[in-house]
T-cell receptor, first 113, second 114 residues
Framework: DSGVTQTPKHLITATGQRVTLRCSPRSGDLSVYWYQQSLDQGLQFLIQYYNGEERAKGNILERFSAQQFPDLHSELNLSSLELGDSALYFC????????????FGPGTRLLVL | AQTVTQSQPEMSVQEAETVTLSCTYD???????LFWYKQPPSRQMILVIRQEAYKQQNATENRFSVNFQKAAKSFSLKISDSQLGDAAMYFCAYSLPGAQKLVFGQGTRLTINP
């Protein structure tokens, strides 16, 4: 158990809908990262938050947004869903400092029908 | 942009044998970090081992060790005494110092034959 929690574990929805994925980082970790794992794109970085502020953006679509709340949990919002958004979405967390690894949550498997 | 390449989509090894997974990366930075993550059938991403680029000594974690060749930009993972529980996808990843995003390779699927 990495200490990072993600809910829900599975999500099935229809095209055009909106969903929210939730992540709670490990105790003491201020950074939260979101990654998408799909068959065709592999593991891709989406976005990073540090202590409530957006720090870095990767290949995140405009239909997707995220935020980190004062209690450090984070939410990834996916809207106007398309079939191609079906993927495994991971949240990871880390502390600041050199060589600090990222610890991953169990992921949320999203299926868009 | 940094890239990570794993040239072996699949590997297999007999139980108790040793296997080496390859990884190369491309970067113009001199200070960075390299990681190997394991993804078993449960899909959980598990950190296996990490290497700091400024350290010449190769990292080891029990049966797992790396061969870090900075000049060649190569970072291979050696698994000794392979066990059935080692069967998984293995991802090589790169990051810059500090809390930075990970850049992943495409993964190598490792099968352990009993």
């Amino acid at each position: 158990d990495s200490g990072v929690t993600q809910t829900p574990k599975h999500l099935i929805t229809a095209t055009g809908q909106r969903v929210t994925l939730r992540c709670s980082p490990r105790s003491g970790d201020l950074s939260v990262y979101w990654y998408q794992q799909s068959l065709d794109q592999g593991l891709q970085f989406l976005i990073q938050y540090y202590n409530g502020e957006e720090r870095a953006k990767g290949n995140i679509l405009e239909r997707f947004s995220a935020q980190q709340f004062p209690d450090l949990h984070s939410e990834l919002n996916l809207s106007s869903l398309e079939l191609g958004d079906s993927a495994l979405y991971f949240c990871a967390s880390s502390v600041e400092g050199r060589a600090r690894p990222q610890y991953f949550g169990p992921g949320t498997r999203l299926l868009v029908l | 942009a940094q890239t990570v390449t794993q040239s072996q989509p699949e590997m297999s090894v007999q139980e108790a044998e040793t296997v080496t997974l390859s990884c190369t990366y491309d970067t113009s930075e001199s200070d960075y970090y390299l990681f190997w993550y394991k993804q078993p059938p449960s899909r959980q991403m598990i950190l296996v081992i990490r290497q700091e680029a400024y350290k010449q000594q190769n990292a080891t974690e029990n049966r797992f060790s790396v061969n870090f060749q900075k000049a060649a930009k190569s970072f291979s993972l050696k698994i000794s005494d392979s066990q059935l529980g080692d069967a998984a996808m293995y991802f090589c990843a790169y990051s810059l110092p500090g809390a930075q995003k990970l850049v992943f390779g495409q993964g190598t699927r490792l099968t352990i034959n009993p």
